[in-house]
């Protein structure tokens, strides 16, 4: 039971680094379209190309800070700058999809920060997150209950994408021989769908591993910057995997009127 819990917080802790990596690699390469996203905020495109390297630095740094020191206010920061870049996405005109679908962004700390405990101790959030963290049944129950929400979103956020026939979707399948690439994006996007709901409805630990192959292979076929795009996606690989772990079956779901330490390092 201990052992599965430091792997749920591995998983969300090692996730949210990457997510924040990747991410920062993008402001450092200069990714134009953050040029749009600048612009949500009234920030021309000349002061956002060099707003980028900084803020893609600053990213890289809360990634790393994450590995090497983690703390409740470096979880509280990726969860809020998470939920913002993603909205800027709808906002700057692009399909609402866009957000949901980046739902492990900010899904993997939160729900890291709840595993942490201690939320509303604001004294405490910059204190390393050591081990003997205690936390109880209900509260390991709601970890779950947001992990299967956060997954429902990224698959059904995906979905949505293939049945829009997003550009880079059609890329990916163009790139991979498929000579009706619309079909196959319609064929994605029901199978997404489908299996967001399930995981939300009754989540089942064999498909779900199955989801996680497919979520971690799906995501190597960018047309460009390949493992960046793979590493900014660490959220969604880390909301699956960490469901996995604490899912009935794996000896984790305690009782609800049990009360049990766990450790978490």
Avoid at 71 to 99: D, H, K, N, Q, Y
Avoid at 173 to 201: K, R
Avoid at 234 to 249: D, K, T
Wanted: net charge positive; with cysteine; aromatic share 14%.
């Amino acid at each position: 039971m201990l052992q599965n819990n430091k792997n749920i917080f591995y998983t969300l802790r090692f996730a949210s680094a990457m997510c924040m990596i990747g991410h920062g690699a993008f402001g450092i390469i200069g990714k134009q379209i953050w040029l749009n996203y600048f612009a949500v905020f009234g920030i021309g495109h000349a002061l956002g190309a060099q707003l980028m390297p900084i803020m893609g630095t600053i990213d890289i740094l809360m990634g790393i800070s994450l590995l090497m020191y983690p703390t409740r206010a470096i979880l509280v920061w990726l969860t809020v700058w998470g939920i913002v870049t993603a909205l800027c996405r709808p906002l700057s005109g692009e399909p609402f999809a866009e957000f949901i679908e980046r739902a492990g962004n900010f899904g993997a700390p939160l729900a890291l920060l709840m595993l942490s405990g201690d939320v509303w101790k604001i004294k405490g959030w910059f204190n390393r997150i050591y081990s003997k963290t205690t936390i109880d049944a209900k509260t390991l129950a709601n970890i779950i209950v947001c992990l299967r929400i956060v997954v429902f979103l990224l698959l059904i956020g995906h979905g949505w994408l293939n049945f829009t026939e997003k550009k880079a979707i059609m890329g990916q399948y163009t790139a991979l021989g498929f000579s009706n690439p619309a079909n196959v994006a319609h064929i994605v996007g029901l199978f997404e769908m489908l299996a967001g709901c399930m995981v939300l409805i009754k989540p089942i630990r064999p498909v779900l591993f199955a989801f996680l192959v497919w979520k971690m292979g799906s995501e190597l076929f960018y047309p460009h910057w390949e493992l960046f795009e793979w590493v900014e996606r660490g959220g969604s690989y880390g909301a699956i995997l960490a469901l996995w772990f604490a899912l009935p079956g794996n000896r984790l779901f305690i009782n609800q009127n049990q009360k049990t330490k766990l450790t978490i390092s």
